[in-house]
C-alpha cells in the first residue's frame, strides 16, 4: 500500500507559477510508474505527466510541454510538478498517482491522493 498527498494548490493569475508536491510512504524507485493527473469539472480525468521508477523517463502530456517540468527526490521520496506559465485551461484538480505495475492486482495496482485545487483566472 502507498500513501499519497498532494500540496501546493492553490488560485493564480493567468501567466503565474505554481509548485504542486506529492508526498510518497514509499521509495519512488521501487514504484513502477508516479505522475500527476488532473480533473476539470465535466470533463475526465486526464495524464499531465509521469515518469518511471526505473530509468527515470518522463512523459509530458502535449497542452503542458515547454510549462510544466516534473521532478523528484529519491531520498526524500517526494514527487514535483513545477507549473509555469498557467492558463485558464490547467484550471483542474490535481492528482498523484501511483502506479505499482501489472504485477500487482486491478484492486491495488493504483493508488491516488487526495487531489489538490489549482485555479487559472483573472
Known amino acids: 500500500q502507498v500513501q499519497l498527498v498532494e500540496s501546493g494548490g492553490g488560485s493564480v493569475q493567468p501567466g503565474g507559477s505554481l509548485r504542486l508536491s506529492c508526498a510518497t510512504s514509499r521509495m519512488i524507485f521501487s514504484i513502477n510508474t508516479m505522475g500527476w493527473y488532473r480533473q476539470a469539472p465535466g470533463k475526465e480525468r486526464e495524464l499531465v505527466a509521469s515518469i518511471t521508477g526505473v530509468g527515470g523517463r518522463i512523459t509530458y502530456a502535449d497542452s503542458v510541454k515547454g510549462r510544466f517540468t516534473l521532478s523528484r527526490d529519491n531520498d526524500k521520496n517526494m514527487l514535483y510538478l513545477q507549473m509555469n506559465s498557467l492558463k485558464p485551461e490547467d484550471t483542474a484538480v490535481y492528482y498523484c498517482?501511483?502506479?505499482?505495475?501489472?504485477?500487482?492486482?486491478?484492486?491495488?495496482?493504483?493508488?491516488w491522493g487526495q487531489g489538490t485545487q489549482v485555479t487559472v483566472s483573472s
Open positions: 498517482n501511483a502506479d505499482l505495475g501489472p504485477a500487482q492486482p486491478t484492486l491495488v495496482r493504483y493508488m
